[in-house]
């Protein structure tokens, strides 16, 4: 059984345009190279043949993934969240205790991370140690380069 794959709306919508592209664009490419590496001949020698299965191969198992992911996908209903505790899809501001620096992060689902948009994954350390605080909590969070003292500011969406 394949893991539940929790996602936002849109999430999914970018799962099934993935889905689209790799069985409707990419697959009937890879295909016209096999062909044409099999006109070539011999098939025993053929490096463009080798090449073309192979890429075959990995698209295909790209495409199970894909569908494994669509297939098991959870839409995380937002109007069920609250403000109260920090969950997923919530917006949290933290202060850096030691370098009072300002922090902003929403966490969202795994697939869904974007560190350029501020959108970090439920799964990262700093997402597990923030999990169910509350505003005002302070929580002390390891990370590879040693452990960071937060306090969350707010808690919204």
């Given at each position: ?16 345009q993935e889905l689209e592209q ?51 996908a959870r839409i995380i209903d ?80």
């Amino acid at each position: 059984m394949s893991e539940i794959v929790y996602v936002t709306k849109e999430g999914l919508e970018s799962l099934k345009q993935e889905l689209e592209q790799l069985m409707t664009v990419e697959r009937p490419s890879i295909s016209q190279q096999i062909a044409e590496a099999r006109d070539k001949g011999d098939l025993s020698e053929n490096a463009e043949y080798d090449a073309a299965k192979e890429a075959q191969g990995m698209l295909e198992m790209k495409i199970a993934q894909v569908q494994d992911k669509v297939r098991n996908a959870r839409i995380i209903d937002e109007s069920q969240l609250g403000t109260d505790i920090i969950t997923i899809m919530n917006k949290v501001k933290l202060k850096n205790l030691k370098t009072k620096k300002v922090l902003e992060y929403t966490l969202v689902p795994i697939n869904e991370t974007n560190v350029r948009e501020g959108k970090i994954s439920v799964k990262t350390p700093i997402a597990k140690g923030l999990l169910g605080k509350k505003v005002g909590d302070t929580t002390k969070i390891k990370i590879p380069t040693g452990e960071i003292e937060f306090q969350v500011m707010e808690i919204g969406f």
